[in-house]
């Protein structure tokens, strides 16, 4: 019963120890625990999953007159989707961390071929 959330008697019902939002602790998991460690092995995957994506952008695209290397979303769909079939969630992982930019909130494959993607 002390680990029974819905139990009636509140002396044996477990409280959690964290709830209040301003705690910098408030929705982690515990410290050193088999779900902290997937979370940061789970972090670490996607990381790298960027850090290729940006590879075949640099590898496939073009460089424009800025000097920053561009390639279209058709172009790099194709060319990425062998590797991963995330393309569109690791490129706007990619871009929420600042290495790339293209037009829009989402990428759709076919309707948004034609949107140039750039390595920043």
Same mark, same amino acid.
């Given at each position: 019963?002390?680990?029974?959330?819905?139990?009636?008697?509140d002396r044996?019902?477990?409280?959690?120890? #964290?709830?209040?939002? +301003?705690?910098p602790t408030y929705g982690r998991p515990p410290e050193g625990s088999r779900t902290e460690q997937r979370g940061k092995d789970a #972090?670490?995957?996607? +990381?790298?999953?960027?850090?290729?994506?940006?590879l075949i952008i640099r590898r496939t695209g073009e460089v424009g007159e800025d000097g920053h290397v561009s390639v279209t979303f058709g172009q790099l769909f194709e060319t990425y989707v062998t590797i991963s079939n995330k393309v569109v969630g690791?490129?706007?992982?990619?871009?929420k961390h600042g290495l790339v930019h293209f037009e829009g909130e989402m990428l759709w494959q076919g309707k948004d071929d034609d949107v140039v993607i750039t390595l920043l």
């Open positions: 019963q002390r680990k029974n959330p819905f139990s009636n008697d044996l019902a477990s409280k959690p120890a #964290h709830t209040q939002r +301003g705690d #972090h670490s995957h996607v +990381g790298k999953e960027v850090e290729e994506l940006c690791i490129l706007l992982r990619a871009r």
